[in-house]
């Protein structure tokens, strides 16, 4: 322990000198449930489209609705995390500031458990979500994040939605081609999906 706390607080040292906040458009809960963009940029936009037609392309089950509004939401809400939690960056710094009690919230499980939650509250009748996790166990690089599939399709036809390896600005890929993190199947759809814990060692640098 005595290890790790000088780790963390060498970390908190270079934070200071090279951290800083994520910045985003300002983003307004609207009915409490739906995240809106004041100012919806063209890049945003074209994001949100791309994102969309990718979700589509799984499976011509899928609803044009609920990819538009998954997709739509995996962009915008992940904003508005970042603003409500203060999120700076870069994310290893984030996290040293969460582990460290400086920061409520902002481990790669906060962000996938919210983001879960918040898809969930969807009821989706055509797409299955899922809690994925990378090098589970190692407390260096493990790594949690929402996966979206067609509904009764396999984990590994599914895309990433990773809010946090950008510091709140949405990275997504099909898993398989992920050139950072293994994906494996950690919780869902079936049944209750795991809940984020208030670890402090577990995500120090993800």
């Not at 790594?143 to 509904?151: D, E, I, R």
Request: charged letters at 20%; hydrophobic letters at 40%; proline letters at 6%.
């Amino acid at each position: 322990m005595a290890v790790i706390s000088k780790i963390l607080t060498a970390l908190l040292v270079i934070g200071v000198l090279t951290g800083c906040a994520a910045k985003f458009n300002k983003v307004d809960m609207v009915d409490g449930a739906n995240p809106q963009l004041r100012v919806m940029t063209p890049k945003v936009e074209r994001n949100i489209r791309e994102l969309a037609s990718s979700i589509l392309a799984l499976s011509p089950t899928i609803s044009r609705t609920e990819a538009i509004e998954v997709a739509h939401d995996a962009y915008v809400y992940p904003m508005y995390l970042a603003e409500k939690w203060d999120i700076t960056w870069p994310p290893m710094y984030h996290n040293t500031l969460r582990n460290a009690g400086v920061r409520d919230w902002g481990l790669c499980t906060d962000w996938a458990s919210a983001m879960i939650d918040h898809m969930r509250k969807k009821h989706l009748k055509s797409m299955d979500l899922y809690w994925a996790v990378a090098y589970k166990g190692d407390p260096w690089r493990e790594h949690s994040t929402l996966l979206v599939t067609a509904k009764g399709h396999p984990f590994d036809s599914g895309i990433i939605l990773d809010p946090w390896r950008d510091s709140g600005k949405l990275f997504w890929i099909h898993h398989l081609n992920d050139p950072t993190y293994a994906w494996k199947y950690h919780a869902g759809p079936y049944g209750p999906l795991a809940k984020s814990g208030r670890t402090t060692i577990q995500g120090v640098l993800n």
